[in-house]
């Protein structure tokens, strides 16, 4: 009896391991699902937004739009796909233009908020570089809901949480720009440009350079 009693317990003690086990690689396997899935949208996002001619932008957006919605429709547990959904209809909006642009950037700003909640964080400040963004090029009252406050706060929240990164000094720079803070904005834009590479975002760097020095070239002619 004690012998089968020893062999039961082993048996049950194996089968909570196993099951232990296949629960760790199955939550491997979805994390590895989940951070190729963000690449790809990476990927797609630098191409769409530097490398597609300008009159078919819109449609790539459009496409890469719904394809971000559904990857984040099918993590509800994770934030990241999430700020990348509310990343490209931020794009999209730009390129569409017209009351539908301010639709989506209003979607946007949403998803963002709601992430805000979650993992503020998360992605190296991008929540806050994105809202940031959003509120600075936004039309104000009454047509949109821009609001150059706003954006200088969280702006300054992004550069918190990433003060070398290239997003955060870009737009805060681009944002000084805007404002006429010249001399601010040439400071900015000169730490943007000197940000470390970003592995596996190198097509994403090129093109944000390419932003920075053109950026630069403004601020200095008017500095």
């Known amino acids: 009896m004690r012998n089968l009693l020893e062999n039961t317990n082993s048996n049950l003690l194996t089968k909570l391991l196993l099951g232990a086990l296949m629960l760790g690689m199955q939550g491997m396997a979805l994390a590895d699902e989940v951070t190729n ?28 739009a719904d394809k971000a919605h ?7 547990t994770r934030v990241e796909p999430m700020v990348w959904e509310a990343i490209i209809l931020s794009s999209y909006a730009k390129f569409e233009g017209g009351l539908g642009a301010l639709k989506k950037a ?3 700003r949403g998803l963002l908020e709601q992430a805000e909640k979650i993992q503020p964080d998360v992605l190296d400040g991008s929540i806050y570089t994105s809202l940031g963004s959003l509120y600075y090029k936004v039309p104000s009252w009454p047509i949109g809901f821009g609001d150059d406050k706003k954006a200088k706060e969280y702006l300054e929240k992004a550069l918190k949480v990433n003060p070398d990164g290239i997003d955060p000094n870009y737009f805060y720079g681009d944002y000084l720009l805007r404002q006429g803070e010249y001399e601010r904005a040439k400071a900015y834009l000169q730490k943007a440009l000197s940000a470390p590479s970003r592995p596996g975002r190198e097509d994403a760097d090129q093109g944000r350079r390419a932003e920075i020095e053109e950026s630069l070239e403004n601020a200095r002619k008017h500095g």
Request: proline residues 5%; without cysteine; glycine residues 2%.
């Open 37 to 64: 899935g963000l690449a790809d949208l990476q990927h797609a996002w630098a191409k769409a937004y530097y490398q597609v001619p300008e009159n078919q932008k819109e449609n790539a957006f459009k496409e890469l």
């Open 106 to 108: 209003k979607a946007a």
């Open 70 to 76: 559904q990857f984040a429709s099918a993590n509800p």
